[in-house]
Nanobody
């Protein structure tokens, strides 16, 4: 059974940058597509970036050009580099499979963008 633990969130000013990490307790190399999701207060959880096992990526329009997803299958890690952050990026960020599995939702990591 794989467990996913997100980290790296925090408070950042608009225009700033953060890098989130997702650590898997088991091997993710066998998992096909991984994604980063986010949920803002009162809103649904949305997929913002996905990456295949081979490294192909797709981004939501709202983060395209600002966020970069990557993965290290050997270290069982998935990253989300976020730059040019906006207040509307404020949310709890989660990693999971794409499509997501209810068994793999973790606690998420809070990102707050505010001056």
């Amino acid at each position: 059974q794989v467990q996913l633990v997100e980290s790296g969130g925090g408070l950042v000013q608009p225009g700033g940058s953060l890098t989130l990490s997702c650590a898997a307790s088991g091997t993710i190399s066998r998992l096909l597509t991984m994604g980063w999701y986010r949920q803002a207060p009162g809103k649904q959880r949305d997929l913002v970036a996905r990456i295949t096992r081979g490294g192909s990526t797709i981004y939501a329009d709202s983060v395209k050009g600002r966020f970069t997803i990557s993965r290290d299958n050997a270290k069982n890690l998935v990253y989300l580099q976020m730059s040019s952050l906006k207040p509307e990026d404020t949310a709890v960020y989660y990693c999971n499979l794409v499509p997501p599995s209810s068994a793999y939702w973790g606690q998420g990591t809070q990102v707050a963008v505010s001056s």
